[in-house]
């Protein structure tokens, strides 16, 4: 079945780069998305990689997909308190629908 | 653009209200739209998916009586919980997509049942 799995905390200082991991047990993904939720609101689309790509970079995030590994991770640069959220990682396989299937999240925390 | 707005952002309401939750695709024409359902500190469950005019696909274990939806155009979306008790207290988020692009979420309904 599938199956996305996120660590559920992350705590970072104020400047330094955040790496969030996610891994996912279907290798017939076919796109595989980041989203941010603040408290409160819904879910903001950050960035998306199809299957056939390694990495892709906007301004400061940074998507790496190693598919041998299944392992997705995002990482975002001068990380800022403005980046406290909770991030989830996300695949689709159903081209038709386009069904997500989500990780359970994980709490950014941004230090002083 | 992908603008997704949903209505009402918080209801309160007595036990056996039905309440009706809309979601609307500002900027573009949704050929899909989803609704999910959140609890706190946790991930999203999808619900249901609908397509503009043909009837909503509801995933395992969620009651279509119970969680009402209707897609009449391809920028609006409904989902009318009938008559509401505590335990349908939740977060709903619903998400429209047009083809071949991403889902693009509204910013959630609070919905607390008294």
């Known amino acids: 079945g599938e199956d996305v799995e996120q660590s559920l905390f992350l705590s970072v200082r104020e400047g330094d780069s955040s790496v969030i991991n996610c891994t996912y047990t279907d290798s017939s993904s076919t796109y595989l998305y980041w989203y941010k939720q603040e408290p409160g609101a819904g879910l903001q689309l950050l960035t998306y990689i199809f299957s056939n790509m390694d990495m892709k970079q906007d301004q400061r995030l940074t998507v790496l997909l190693n598919k041998k590994d299944k392992h997705l991770s995002l990482r975002i640069a001068d990380t800022q308190t403005g980046d406290s959220a909770i991030y989830f990682c996300?695949?689709?396989?159903?081209?038709?629908?386009?069904?997500?299937?989500f990780g359970q999240g994980t709490r950014l925390t941004i230090n002083p | 653009g992908a603008v997704v707005s949903q209505h009402p952002s918080w209801v309160i309401c007595k036990s056996g209200t039905s309440v009706k939750i809309e979601c609307r695709s500002l900027d573009f024409q949704a050929t899909t739209m989803f609704w999910y359902r959140q609890f706190p500190k946790q991930s999203l469950m999808l619900m249901a998916t609908?397509?503009?005019?043909?009837?909503?696909?509801?995933e395992q274990g969620v009651e279509k009586d119970k969680f009402l939806i209707n897609h009449a155009s391809l920028t609006l979306s409904t989902l009318t919980v009938t008559s509401a008790h505590p335990e349908d207290s939740s977060f709903y988020i619903c998400s429209a997509r047009r083809s071949n692009q991403p889902q693009h979420f509204g910013d959630g309904t609070r919905l607390s049942i008294l």
């Open positions: 609908s397509n503009e005019g043909s009837k909503a696909t509801y």
């Open positions: 996300a695949e689709s396989m159903d081209q038709g629908a386009q069904k997500l299937v």
